[in-house]
């Protein structure tokens, strides 16, 4: 079962940045209704897309310093990072078809590079 990974302030450049793997990152906080809505999509995508996507999650409220870095405004924010670049962000609660597109999107474009 592959499950998002919890990631923090002090291992966010590891986990993330240097990630071979393009990263899907979860910014997301306990008290936040919207965050808990995506989390099963959130976790759903973690398993389809094993081996190609990792997923990770991140508590704003645990690791400020990140989420500002990433100027993250409101939550949930799904940031897509690729060769240590965040290239795209989904701010709001999306379907999982939604996020799922987006994926697909910029993984074709990871093949071709």
């Known amino acids: 079962m ?5 990631v923090s302030d002090d291992n966010f450049q590891k986990e993330v940045l240097e990630s071979a793997l393009p990263v899907l990152v979860d910014f997301w906080a306990p008290w936040c209704g919207p965050c808990r809505m995506i989390a099963p999509a959130i976790e759903e995508i973690s398993q389809e897309f094993a081996g190609k996507v990792k997923v990770v999650k991140l508590n704003t409220d645990e690791n400020p310093a990140t989420a500002m870095n990433y100027h ?3 939550i949930p924010t799904l940031g897509i990072f690729i060769n240590g670049k965040l290239v795209d962000q989904i701010v709001g609660a999306y379907p999982k078809s939604h996020i799922v597109e987006k994926l697909k999107y910029y993984l074709a474009g990871t093949l071709q590079n």
Request: aromatic letters at 0%; zero cysteines.
């Open 72 to 74: 993250i405004m409101g």
């Open 2 to 6: 592959n499950k998002p990974l919890q």
